[in-house]
C-alpha cells in the first residue's frame, strides 16, 4: 500500500514513520513515499527515516519527490501537512497580527486567517489533483487550519477527505487517566470546530464520570487543562474545553503574553529547526539523535505562554508524546482492512450540528471503517458555544469565499468578523499589512 506525504520534508514526518514501523499487520503501508518543494528538507527527514528503519525488518520504503503529480499518481492514502509560506511565514503571521494587539496564532484569530488565506488555493490545487491522479485514494488533511483547510478540500473530494487533530485525543486521554480510566475503553463527548471544542461527557462502562471530575477541585487542578483554565471556569462551563480556547476565554492576557515574550512561538521554531537542518547538511552528524532532540525542545515549550499567562507551569511528562501520527495510523488501518474504531476527526456535518449546514466540516467523534469516517449524533451545543462555532464558522465561509472569488473586501470581512478582532479598521490594516509580507496574498485584488 502506498502512502504520500505531503510536506514530506517537514520537521514531524519522522512521526509519522515511526507509527508505520509498529504496523506489521496484513495491508499495512510498504511504501512511503515524501513530496515537499524544498529538497534539501526531503534529504534530511529521509535520513532521520533511515536511521529509524535501520533495525526494523521489512520496514515501508522510502522514496522522495519534488513532484506532486509523482507523488500523488497511485497513491492509496495521501497525507497532506504542507506549511504555505513556511515557519517564516508563521512568524510574519504572528507578528503582524500583535503589533495591532490581536492574536497571531497559527489556527486561531487573525494569524489562522491569514495562513488559512494563503493555504486554502494550495489545498485546493492538491485536491483537483489528487482527485484526478488517485481518484481512490483517502486524504488525511493535518495541514492548518484543519478545518479550514479539509473544507476546502472536501469541495473536492467529498467525503475522501479526513482532518485530524491531536488536541481532542490527548484531552480525553488526560480526563480519562485523572479518573482513572483506561482512555481506549472510555467514550468521549466531544464537539465544535478543530481548536474549538468542549468534552461534555466521558463514558466510562456507560456511565458518565464527567461530573466526578468537575465536582473535585482537586482533581480538575492536577492535569493541564484544569491549570491553564482554572477549576472555578471548568466548573461554570460544565465541560473541559479544548485547549485552545484559552485564547477566547483569556485572550488579554494571551495577546499580552505574547507580546511580552522574547520571540514568538513561530520565531523561536523557526530558528530550532533552521539550526536542524543545517545540521543535517553534515553527512557525519547523527540524524535521529539531532530530529529526537530537537523534538523534545519543541514538545516541552508548547503554548508556554499560555501556561506562564496562566500560571500552570511547566507540561507534564506524559503529554510530551504527541498523537497526531497515532491517530492517522488508526484511521488509515479502519479503512484499509475495515479495523473499525472511533475516532474525533474533522469531517462534513452530515446533519450532525442541527445549527450548521450538512457541508460545514465539524470535529466530533466518527465511526470508522473501509466505508471512511461516519459522524456520530450528539447532543446540541449549550448557547455560549454555539455562538462561538457559528461565529468562527461564518468567518472560515468568509476566507473561502476570499480564496475563491480573489476578493480583498471579503478577505477583510473575514477578519472583521472574527470574535478576536475587534475593528473593522483593523481588519482593514491586517489585510494590507499581509498582502505586503506574503507574495502567496498577491491574488487578492
Same mark, same amino acid.
Given at each position: 500500500m502506498k502512502l504520500t506525504i505531503l510536506g514530506g520534508g517537514g520537521f514531524r514526518v519522522p512521526l509519522v514513520y515511526g507509527a508505520l514501523l509498529t504496523?506489521?499487520?496484513?495491508?499495512?503501508?510498504?511504501?512511503?513515499?515524501?513530496?515537499?518543494?524544498?529538497?534539501?528538507?526531503?534529504?534530511?527527514?529521509?535520513?532521520?527515516?533511515?536511521?529509524?528503519?535501520?533495525?526494523?525488518?521489512?520496514?515501508?520504503?522510502?522514496?522522495?519527490?519534488?513532484?506532486?503529480?509523482?507523488?500523488?499518481?497511485?497513491?492509496?492514502?495521501?497525507?497532506?501537512?504542507?506549511?504555505?509560506?513556511?515557519?517564516?511565514?508563521?512568524?510574519?503571521?504572528e507578528r503582524v497580527a500583535l503589533a495591532e494587539g490581536v492574536l497571531g496564532q497559527e489556527t486561531v484569530g487573525a494569524g489562522g486567517i491569514a495562513y488559512g488565506l494563503r493555504t486554502v488555493p494550495v489545498a485546493v490545487d492538491i485536491a483537483r489533483r489528487a482527485a484526478r491522479l488517485a481518484p481512490d485514494a483517502w486524504v488525511?488533511?493535518?495541514?492548518?487550519?484543519?478545518?479550514?483547510?479539509?473544507?476546502?478540500?472536501?469541495?473536492?473530494?467529498?467525503?475522501?477527505v479526513i482532518g485530524i487533530c491531536d488536541s481532542p485525543v490527548g484531552l480525553g486521554r488526560r480526563i480519562a487517566r485523572v479518573l482513572g480510566a483506561d482512555p481506549k475503553q472510555a467514550w468521549i463527548d466531544y464537539v465544535g470546530l478543530n481548536h474549538l471544542g468542549w468534552v461534555r461527557g466521558l463514558r466510562i462502562a456507560g456511565r458518565d464520570e464527567l461530573p466526578r471530575l468537575l465536582a473535585d477541585p482537586g482533581l480538575l487542578g492536577s492535569f493541564e487543562e484544569g491549570k491553564l483554565f482554572g477549576a472555578d471556569w471548568l466548573q461554570s462551563l460544565g465541560a473541559i474545553p479544548n485547549e485552545y480556547l484559552h485564547y477566547y476565554y483569556f485572550n488579554r492576557e494571551a495577546v499580552r503574553a505574547y507580546r511580552q515574550a522574547e520571540k514568538t512561538r513561530g520565531a523561536f521554531l523557526a530558528g530550532q529547526q533552521a539550526r536542524f537542518y543545517e545540521e543535517m547538511r553534515d553527512p557525519g552528524a547523527a540524524a535521529l539523535a539531532a530530529w529526537d532532540r530537537t523534538r523534545a525542545e519543541r514538545e516541552a515549550t508548547y503554548m508556554a505562554e499560555n501556561r506562564e499567562s496562566a500560571g500552570a507551569g511547566e507540561r507534564d511528562a506524559d503529554d510530551l508524546s504527541g498523537g497526531y501520527e497515532k491517530v492517522a495510523l488508526a484511521l488509515m488501518r479502519a479503512i484499509a482492512?475495515? &479495523?473499525?474504531? *472511533?475516532?474525533?476527526?474533522?469531517?462534513?456535518?452530515?446533519?450532525?450540528?442541527? #445549527? /450548521?449546514? +450538512?457541508?460545514?466540516?465539524?470535529?466530533?467523534?466518527?465511526?470508522?471503517?473501509?466505508?471512511?469516517?461516519?459522524?456520530?449524533?450528539?447532543?446540541?451545543?449549550? &448557547?455560549?458555544? *454555539?455562538?462561538?462555532?457559528?461565529?468562527?464558522?461564518?468567518?472560515?465561509?468568509? #476566507? /473561502?469565499? +476570499?480564496?475563491?472569488?480573489?476578493?480583498?473586501?471579503r478577505a477583510v470581512k473575514a477578519f472583521a468578523l472574527h470574535p478576536l478582532v475587534d475593528s473593522v479598521n483593523v481588519a482593514r490594516r491586517l489585510v494590507e499589512a499581509y498582502a505586503d509580507v506574503h507574495p502567496g496574498l498577491?491574488? /487578492?485584488k
Open positions: 504496523d506489521r499487520g496484513e495491508g499495512r503501508v510498504t511504501h512511503v513515499v515524501l513530496h515537499d518543494l524544498d529538497d534539501g528538507r526531503l534529504r534530511a527527514v529521509a535520513r532521520v527515516l533511515a536511521e529509524q528503519a535501520a533495525a526494523v525488518p521489512d520496514a515501508p520504503r522510502v522514496t522522495a519527490t519534488t513532484d506532486l503529480d509523482e507523488a500523488l499518481r497511485g497513491a492509496d492514502f495521501v497525507f497532506s501537512a504542507i506549511r504555505v509560506g513556511g515557519l517564516e511565514g508563521r512568524a510574519d503571521d488525511i488533511n493535518f495541514t492548518n487550519p484543519a478545518g479550514l483547510v479539509t473544507e476546502a478540500m472536501s469541495r473536492h473530494l467529498g467525503d475522501r482492512r475495515d &479495523e473499525r474504531t *472511533t475516532l474525533i476527526l474533522n469531517v462534513r456535518n452530515q446533519g450532525v450540528l442541527s #445549527v /450548521l449546514d +450538512a457541508d460545514a466540516v465539524i470535529e466530533v467523534p466518527c465511526l470508522v471503517d473501509s466505508g471512511g469516517a461516519h459522524p456520530v449524533a450528539v447532543a446540541p451545543l449549550p &448557547e455560549h458555544a *454555539t455562538g462561538l462555532v457559528c461565529a468562527v464558522k461564518g468567518v472560515e465561509r468568509e #476566507v /473561502l469565499a +476570499a480564496a475563491e472569488s480573489g476578493s480583498r473586501a498577491a491574488y /487578492l
